[in-house]
């Protein structure tokens, strides 16, 4: 098994209003050159969080940064053909499940999002921002998160 101890947000860089296969995202995947989709989770509009790459297996989400992080990706991202947070609802309240899970899971000690590792506007949020809903007191508010027992416990 491998060490995983960062979660990397991302968007997948479509429209928002449409939704998309685990098996479609893998093909666009795969017609880049990957082996098969390069995320670990994929959350729909509607909340669905599907299993994209076994979570045993390296990911292929944000060069550098792959061996020890899993990759997280809402579908959306876009509109009117520009980077925008297009998430819904019930997919920040899937994505907020999702990382409190896999906290509890693994030893995560960073959230980012794939923008704090390459010159592009994926996740198309702030992450940190986003984070601070539950660390209205954390020393790291702002920067780079980093869980710890408190914040794992804000979550629930």
């Known amino acids: 098994m491998r060490t995983i ?17 685990v098996e479609e995202i893998e093909r666009w995947h795969i017609q880049r050159g ?8 994929i959350i729909h509009p509607n909340g669905e969080i599907s299993q994209g790459r076994d979570i045993n297996k ?6 550098g940064h792959n061996a020890h992080s899993i990759g997280i990706a809402y579908i959306g991202g876009r509109r009117d053909g ?8 019930d997919q920040v309240s899937a994505m907020d499940r999702l990382i409190l ?7 995560i000690k960073r959230v980012t999002g794939h ?7 994926c996740p198309c949020f702030n992450v940190q921002e986003y984070l601070g ?18 914040c794992k416990l804000s979550l629930v």
């Open 133 to 150: 809903k539950y660390c209205t007191n954390c020393p790291f508010l702002g920067q780079d998160c980093v869980y710890c027992r408190t």
């Open 34 to 41: 990957f082996t098969e989709i390069g995320y670990h989770y």
């Open 58 to 63: 390296i990911g292929a989400h944000c060069k």
């Open 82 to 89: 520009k980077p925008a947070d297009t998430r819904t609802p």
């Open 115 to 121: 923008n704090n590792y390459s010159n592009k506007a």
């Open 101 to 107: 899970t896999l906290v509890e899971a693994y030893p």
């Open 5 to 21: 101890n960062e979660i990397i947000l991302h968007c997948t860089d479509t429209e928002a209003g449409k939704d998309y296969t």
